[in-house]
C-alpha cells in the first residue's frame, strides 16, 4: 500500500491525467470521501521528459537530501561531491516539480525532500482503456 508521504510518479498522456482527475471529482461531488488523502502524483508525457528530471545524479542527490538533511545547498553539494552551481540548478528544476522544497535560513535555502518515497510508475503494455492512445 502506498502511504500518503510517497510521490508516484508516472509517464502516461494527458487524456489519462484528464480522466483520472475528472473521475475523482465526480467522486468528490457525489459525497465518495475516499478514507485517506489521495496519493500526491507527478505526470510525465513520455520517459524522456521524465528521465531528465529524475536522472541517476537527481536521484542521488534527492537520497542525500532526504537521509541527510543538509543545512544549505552548497552543504549538499559537498555531500555529493558536485559543484555548487550544478547541484543549485538540479535541486531547482526538482523544486519546479514538488520533489524539493526550500527553507529560507538566513541567507541559506536549506533543501527538503518532503516525501519518503518516490514510486515509479512506468506501463509497458496498453491496457484496453488505453487502446485508442496506441498508434499502431
Not at 465526480?26 to 485517506?36: I, N, T, Y
Not at 537527481?58 to 558536485?82: F, G, K, N, Q, W
Amino acid at each position: 500500500m502506498t502511504s500518503s508521504n510517497t510521490l508516484i510518479v508516472t509517464v502516461e498522456s494527458l487524456a489519462d491525467v484528464e480522466a483520472r482527475t475528472r473521475d475523482a471529482f465526480d467522486k468528490a461531488l457525489s459525497g465518495d470521501v475516499p478514507d485517506e488523502d489521495a496519493p500526491h502524483r507527478l505526470s510525465f508525457g513520455d520517459t524522456d521528459e521524465m528521465a531528465v528530471v529524475f536522472s541517476p545524479r537527481a536521484i542521488d542527490l534527492l537520497r542525500t537530501v532526504a537521509r541527510e538533511e543538509p543545512a544549505s545547498m552548497r552543504e549538499a553539494a559537498r555531500m555529493v561531491d558536485r559543484d555548487i552551481k550544478d547541484v543549485s540548478r538540479n535541486l531547482d528544476q526538482l523544486a519546479e516539480y514538488g520533489v524539493v522544497e526550500f527553507v529560507e535560513e538566513g541567507r541559506a535555502k536549506r533543501p527538503v525532500v518532503p516525501f519518503d518515497d518516490i514510486e515509479i510508475r512506468l506501463p509497458l503494455r496498453a491496457g484496453a482503456d488505453d487502446a485508442e492512445h496506441v498508434e499502431a
